[in-house]
């Protein structure tokens, strides 16, 4: 179908427009961003630095690590500019263009979380056989696997968006340029669209929750038939910053869900916690709440 769309570019209203509190809002978010970078990239830099953490739950870490560094980059200078220079205009090139790293890293978290859960899975349930299952050669195969299915996924997915007119309003009543503000401004949807969206939902929504709760449910199953205490402290140790990660990432996932369609400023709050607290959150779960990443840290210091 022929893009039929007759302007070149969207307008970015966030609900924060007030000249006044503009500065407010735009230091509140560059401190956010710094803070999050900062952490992150200490928690990589770490990781990097000490042979000890050369371990697959520390590429894993490590990778989410970047994934969080991403997630950030993507939305918030963008939106520090708009806040700074008063001009929400973003070109179509710039709105897909971030429409679709904004995708590749949301993609790459919602696996990585799966497979750090698969990896605890072993650690705890079939320890024996870790390092066979779960080698350095298998590690960056799922690493490279992971990335290059969330990159291919973000083009299926842009693309088809590119595809579908935009005969409303060019406005976005958002921060950032993402999937479900841009189907608003659309008057064509295509049949491929929604199979496409469906098999979306079922392959990085569904099947990651479920086999991770699976994972979890054997992993607790064998902790508690554990003898020791010592042993089993030591297990839930390993497995509770991961918890805590998915827990809070799922449950934000969760109440976007329950957002009434309506609610742009609910949506905006939403989207400004999903892309920039809890990326700054989870190095910071890491770093309290996983010994060897404490002591690494402390080492530096």
Not at 273 to 294: D, F, K, R
Request: charge should be positive; glycine fraction near 2%; proline fraction near 4%.
């Amino acid at each position: 179908m022929k893009n039929e769309s007759t302007v070149t570019f969207f307008c970015v209203l966030p609900f924060f427009t007030e000249t006044r509190s503009k500065p407010f809002v735009a230091a509140f978010f560059f401190l956010i961003y710094v803070v999050g970078v900062l952490i992150n990239s200490s928690i990589i830099t770490v990781i990097f630095l000490k042979v000890n953490l050369h371990k697959p739950m520390y590429l894993f870490i490590c990778n989410l690590s970047i994934v969080d560094i991403f997630y950030t980059s993507v939305t918030v200078p963008k939106l520090l500019h708009m806040l700074l220079s008063g001009n929400h205009v973003v070109s179509f090139p710039q709105c897909y263009t971030q429409l679709y790293f904004f995708l590749v890293v949301a993609a790459s978290e919602e696996t990585l979380l799966f497979v750090m859960a698969y990896d605890r899975y072993v650690a705890i349930c079939n320890p024996l056989h870790y390092h066979r299952i779960l080698c350095w050669r298998n590690c960056i195969l799922i690493t490279v696997g992971i990335w290059s299915l969330a990159i291919f996924n973000s083009f299926l997915l842009v693309t088809l968006i590119l595809f579908m007119s935009s005969c409303h309003s060019n406005v976005i009543h958002q921060f950032f340029c993402d999937a479900k503000s841009l189907t608003k401004t659309t008057c064509t949807t295509t049949q491929m669209f929604f199979v496409f969206m469906s098999l979306e939902i079922l392959i990085f929504a569904f099947i990651p929750i479920m086999c991770t709760i699976i994972s979890y449910v054997k992993i607790f199953s064998v902790i508690f038939k554990m003898k020791s205490i010592e042993s089993q402290k030591k297990a839930f140790s390993t497995c509770s910053s991961h918890v805590t990660v998915i827990t809070i990432y799922y449950g934000a996932g969760l109440v976007s869900y329950l957002i009434p369609p309506y609610s742009e400023v609910l949506d905006t709050i939403f989207n400004i916690v999903y892309t920039t607290l809890i990326p700054m959150i989870n190095p910071v779960v890491y770093s309290l709440q996983n010994s060897g990443i404490q002591s690494a840290l402390l080492g530096l210091v």
